[in-house]
């Protein structure tokens, strides 16, 4: 069925055109994260998308947390994957491009496919709504917009990223997932979600479901107890897991980097296992009878990618100088727990044994293997270690920079500076030319930045050299050209900036526009031609469970 309105099956358009035209439309949507005021009209809104029924029939793992469920359903989605299964995997936010919120067998959604999908939905909403149920904000017309791919595109599972909490997230319009997930919960979005671990664990526990069987990490004791809770009320069999033990990959790695990652692998490697086992599609021996786990869990696990979470890039543009002299370690942590595992993390990586990502495997994207190089060793005298960090204004700096200086100080992490940069793109920006648009940096509020320095320097004290500690610039685009110059001005090619990006996955995005040049806009494109929006002529993969 092809979309109705001005953008209907008629009107011919080139690919790209639709698109762009869809971003423009996508980011009109307000940016309103509420307390569940929209929660009540989800019924309307799948009334009139005819998704009630569609939904009802996927296969679903539900995942929430405060950290680490982006990585447990990357993980979750890859095992799937390597088993043969047609997979949809729903994550937030995106740091390039919305598509990437949307992946069919661990590809990000094409242009043309996000297009056809969008003004299907886009237009029926318009048409459907009224002063009473409004138009869906931003983040709900995104999983609205998933639903309906995943439907259509007839995957055999879907692996669902909670956006926010749990109990009003649109995700949970789903009644009978095949299992529910728990990373790891923390402080976070407190204005919403409550004060106390307590409440914020009551809220997350609102996607448990009437005997549906649900994992956990290891849990504060206030934050387990609300689990444990809600779960028995429910009758649901909640299990506490550990992390995931190194021989259980038969001398594997992990494709995620950092210690931290091996508790989201073992919660993935029991969502994955409990999915086959519930679905009944394989017959596979019990997790505690095994030495190794199966091919697929282990290629799964070390194949695994996800942009901005341990991600090591060497500038590759950088004039005179060689792409090691300035590395960029981008990591999205924003809670105080995350940025801790961020800078053990950040420690492993810069010392001789650390490994990274080369910047022309990252370009190939998730489908291809990953290059592994050791970094040269690297003295004190010859590194410098700087910070590049933004966070949002609801976030408490003293906290998190505690945090962070602590845990600099156990693994003997010294940053020389600390840079303080707003975001370049907003929450709500969707195209390629988010940088493009704010380019004036005149106009630019820096006061939040100048928050983070006076805290930084407050907790930082007196230098010994007697240096500037830090220093706030108005764009990303000026501090990475800052890095730039004085990586050249350094009479010694020894001499290495090793720039730590974190506090905000938009801020890790941005940095890998600009670095990267767009990154994977310039790879992964859809095709020129001209494009409809007829849904019923996008090509679909067979799924796995159809083809028994």
Same mark, same amino acid.
């Given at each position: 069925?092809?979309?109705?309105?001005?953008?209907?099956?008629?009107?011919?358009?080139?690919?790209?055109?639709?698109?762009?035209?869809?971003?423009?439309?996508?980011?009109?949507?307000?940016?309103?994260?509420?307390?569940?005021?929209?929660?009540?009209?989800?019924?309307?809104?799948?009334?009139?998308?005819?998704?009630?029924?569609?939904?009802?029939?996927?296969?679903?793992?539900?995942?929430?947390?405060?950290?680490?469920?982006?990585?447990?359903?990357?993980?979750?989605?890859?095992?799937?994957?390597?088993?043969?299964?047609?997979?949809?995997?729903?994550?937030?936010?995106? /740091?390039?491009?919305?598509?990437?919120?949307?992946?069919?067998?661990?590809?990000?959604?094409?242009?043309?496919?996000?297009?056809?999908?969008?003004?299907?939905?886009?237009?029926?909403?318009?048409?459907?709504?009224?002063?009473?149920?409004?138009?869906?904000?931003?983040?709900?017309?995104?999983?609205?917009?998933?639903?309906?791919?995943?439907?259509?595109?007839?995957?055999?599972?879907?692996?669902?990223?909670?956006?926010?909490?749990?109990?009003?997230?649109?995700?949970?319009?789903?009644?009978?997932?095949?299992?529910?997930?728990?990373?790891?919960?923390?402080?976070?979005?407190?204005?919403?979600?409550?004060?106390?671990?307590?409440?914020?664990?009551?809220?997350?526990?609102?996607?448990?479901?009437?005997?549906?069987?649900?994992?956990?990490?290891?849990?504060?004791?206030?934050?387990?107890?609300?689990?444990?809770?809600?779960?028995?009320?429910?009758?649901?069999?909640?299990?506490?897991?550990?992390?995931?033990?190194?021989?259980?990959?038969?001398?594997?790695?992990?494709?995620?980097?950092?210690?931290?990652?091996?508790?989201?692998?073992?919660?993935?490697?029991?969502?994955?296992?409990?999915?086959?086992?519930?679905?009944?599609?394989?017959?596979?021996?019990?997790?505690?009878?095994?030495?190794?786990?199966?091919?697929?869990?282990?290629?799964?696990?070390?194949?695994?990618?996800?942009?901005?979470?341990?991600?090591?890039?060497?500038?590759?543009?950088?004039?005179?100088?060689?792409?090691?002299?300035?590395?960029?370690?981008?990591?999205?942590?924003?809670?105080?727990?995350?940025?801790?595992?961020?800078?053990?993390?950040?420690?492993?990586?810069?010392?001789?044994?650390?490994?990274?990502?080369?910047?022309?495997?990252?370009?190939?994207?998730?489908?291809?293997?990953?290059?592994?190089?050791? /970094?040269?060793?690297?003295?004190?005298?010859?590194?410098?270690?700087? /910070?590049?960090?933004?966070?949002?204004?609801?976030?408490?700096?003293?906290?998190?920079?505690?945090?962070?200086?602590?845990?600099?100080?156990?693994?003997?992490?010294?940053?020389?500076?600390?840079?303080?940069?707003?975001?370049?793109?907003?929450?709500?920006?969707?195209?390629?030319?988010?940088?493009?648009?704010?380019?004036?940096?005149?106009?630019?509020?820096?006061?939040?930045?100048?928050?983070?320095?006076?805290?930084?320097?407050?907790?930082?004290?007196?230098?010994?050299?007697?240096?500037?500690?830090?220093?706030?610039?108005?764009?990303?685009?000026?501090?990475?050209?800052?890095?730039?110059?004085?990586?050249?001005?350094?009479?010694?090619?020894?001499?290495?900036?090793?720039?730590?990006?974190?506090?905000?996955?938009?801020?890790?995005?941005?940095?890998?526009?600009?670095?990267?040049?767009?990154?994977?806009?310039?790879?992964?494109?859809?095709?020129?031609?001209?494009?409809?929006?007829?849904?019923?002529?996008?090509?679909?993969?067979?799924?796995?469970?159809?083809?028994?």
């Amino acid at each position: 069925m092809a979309a109705q309105g001005d953008y209907g099956a008629s009107k011919q358009k080139a690919g790209g055109d639709l698109y762009q035209e869809a971003l423009v439309a996508l980011s009109s949507l307000t940016m309103k994260r509420d307390k569940g005021e929209q929660f009540e009209f989800v019924l309307d809104y799948l009334k009139i998308l005819d998704l009630e029924e569609d939904i009802a029939k996927l296969k679903v793992i539900h995942v929430t947390g405060t950290k680490g469920k982006g990585s447990t359903c990357t993980f979750t989605e890859s095992i799937l994957r390597n088993y043969g299964f047609r997979t949809g995997l729903l994550t937030s936010p995106h /740091l390039i491009d919305v598509r990437e919120r949307f992946r069919l067998d661990g590809v990000d959604i094409s242009e043309e496919k996000f297009s056809a999908y969008f003004w299907w939905c886009y237009n029926r909403l318009k048409e459907g709504t009224n002063e009473e149920t409004t138009m869906p904000s931003y983040f709900r017309f995104l999983t609205l917009l998933g639903f309906k791919i995943f439907s259509s595109e007839e995957v055999d599972v879907v692996i669902l990223e909670v956006g926010l909490g749990g109990r009003i997230d649109f995700t949970n319009v789903v009644k009978k997932p095949v299992v529910c997930g728990f990373s790891s919960i923390g402080y976070d979005h407190m204005e919403i979600l409550g004060d106390t671990l307590g409440k914020i664990a009551g809220e997350k526990a609102g996607i448990f479901k009437l005997r549906v069987p649900a994992f956990t990490v290891p849990q504060p004791n206030e934050a387990m107890c609300v689990l444990e809770e809600k779960a028995s009320a429910l009758d649901v069999n909640l299990k506490v897991i550990e992390p995931l033990s190194k021989r259980l990959l038969g001398g594997q790695k992990l494709g995620l980097d950092g210690e931290h990652q091996y508790l989201n692998a073992g919660l993935a490697v029991s969502l994955a296992y409990t999915w086959l086992q519930q679905s009944g599609s394989l017959e596979i021996p019990s997790l505690n009878q095994m030495t190794t786990l199966p091919e697929p869990f282990i290629k799964g696990l070390a194949t695994a990618r996800l942009q901005g979470r341990a991600q090591v890039i060497p500038d590759p543009y950088i004039e005179h100088a060689a792409p090691r002299n300035l590395v960029f370690y981008l990591d999205g942590a924003h809670s105080p727990e995350s940025v801790e595992a961020c800078v053990k993390w950040f420690s492993l990586a810069v010392k001789e044994d650390g490994q990274s990502e080369s910047l022309e495997s990252f370009v190939k994207g998730p489908s291809h293997a990953y290059e592994e190089r050791k /970094l040269e060793r690297c003295t004190e005298e010859i590194c410098h270690r700087i /910070l590049l960090f933004n966070c949002m204004s609801v976030r408490d700096p003293h906290l998190i920079f505690s945090h962070l200086r602590n845990a600099s100080a156990k693994h003997g992490v010294d940053f020389k500076k600390a840079l303080f940069v707003p975001n370049l793109s907003m929450t709500h920006t969707v195209g390629m030319n988010a940088l493009l648009e704010k380019n004036d940096d005149s106009s630019v509020d820096l006061s939040w930045q100048y928050k983070l320095q006076e805290v930084w320097e407050s907790l930082v004290g007196e230098e010994k050299d007697g240096g500037e500690k830090s220093e706030v610039f108005s764009s990303l685009p000026l501090a990475i050209k800052w890095l730039r110059d004085i990586v050249v001005d350094q009479k010694s090619s020894s001499t290495r900036f090793q720039v730590l990006v974190t506090g905000s996955l938009l801020l890790v995005g941005d940095v890998l526009k600009l670095v990267t040049k767009w990154g994977r806009n310039e790879i992964f494109t859809s095709g020129e031609g001209e494009c409809s929006l007829s849904i019923s002529d996008v090509p679909r993969k067979k799924s796995l469970l159809q083809s028994k």
